[in-house]
T-cell receptor, first 113, second 113 residues
Framework: DAKTTQPTSMDCAEGRAANLPCNHS???????VYWYRQIHSQGPQYIIH???NNETNEMASLIITEDRKSSTLILPHATLRDTAVYYC??????????????FGTGTSLTVIP | DSGVTQTPKHLITATGQRVTLRCSPR?????VYWYQQSLDQGLQFLIQ???????AKGNILERFSAQQFPDLHSELNLSSLELGDSALYFC????????????FGQGTRLTVV
């Protein structure tokens, strides 16, 4: 699976948009970009995923560059409960192969009141 | 609530002992993943099962083993425990093991004394 690079930490003011970048310059054509977050030793929580197109759900938006070498997770109105470690993961989606999620070190996002 | 149930939530045991961690996946999910998270460490992938068969193996020690039963629940067996095995152990499940999100349980906190 392709490697990802994320900033170690970021701060965001409450109510503002949080933009979390991720670099995945070696991503393959069959690899999806996934975002998960982990709030203080709880089980990781799925946020969003995409292949090529930008995606939006009730939690966040995912912007993937045209060359797919990087992406940005956007939390439109950050709240204190969004303080967590955010993981960007690329993962192949093929039958008959192991499709585990490899978590890197992630970005520790702190939402400031 | 992710729908993934892990038992027990907490476990304290002595070095050299053997323990079994149990995971019940979400209803209908065929794939189960096990992860280890030590203090201040990232999530390390251990092993994946799909519909009863081992699908992928990560950084799992030879002292550790797992299986997935016909009813799709999974058990992770840890033997000859060492102090360094103290960690959070997470189980996740997904529908097919290919595309789509994985849902994580709340983990079992193992303390080896």
């Amino acid at each position: 699976d392709a490697k990802t690079t994320q900033p170690t930490s970021m701060d965001c003011a409450e109510g503002r948009a949080a933009n979390l970048p991720c670099n995945h310059s070696t991503i393959s054509g069959n690899e999806y970009v996934y975002w998960y977050r982990q709030i203080h030793s709880q089980g990781p929580q799925y946020i969003i995923h995409g292949l090529k197109n930008n995606e939006t759900n009730e939690m966040a938006s995912l912007i993937i560059t045209e060359d797919r070498k990087s992406s940005t997770l956007i939390l439109p109105h950050a709240t204190l409960r969004d303080t967590a470690v955010y993981y960007c993961i690329v993962r192949v989606a093929e039958l008959n192969t192991g499709n585990q999620f490899y978590f890197g070190t992630g970005t520790s996002l702190t939402v400031i009141p | 609530d992710s729908g993934v149930t892990q038992t027990p939530k907490h476990l304290i045991t002595a070095t050299g002992q053997r323990v079994t961690l149990r995971c019940s996946p979400r209803s209908g999910d065929l794939s189960v993943y096990w992860y280890q998270q030590s203090l201040d460490q990232g999530l390390q992938f251990l092993i994946q099962y799909y519909n009863g068969e081992e699908r992928a193996k990560g950084n799992i020690l030879e002292r550790f083993s797992a299986q997935q039963f016909p009813d799709l629940h999974s058990e992770l067996n840890l033997s000859s425990l060492e102090l360094g095995d103290s960690a959070l152990y997470f189980c996740a499940s997904s529908l097919t093991g290919t595309a789509g999100e994985a849902f994580f349980g709340q983990g079992t906190r193992l303390t080896v004394v």
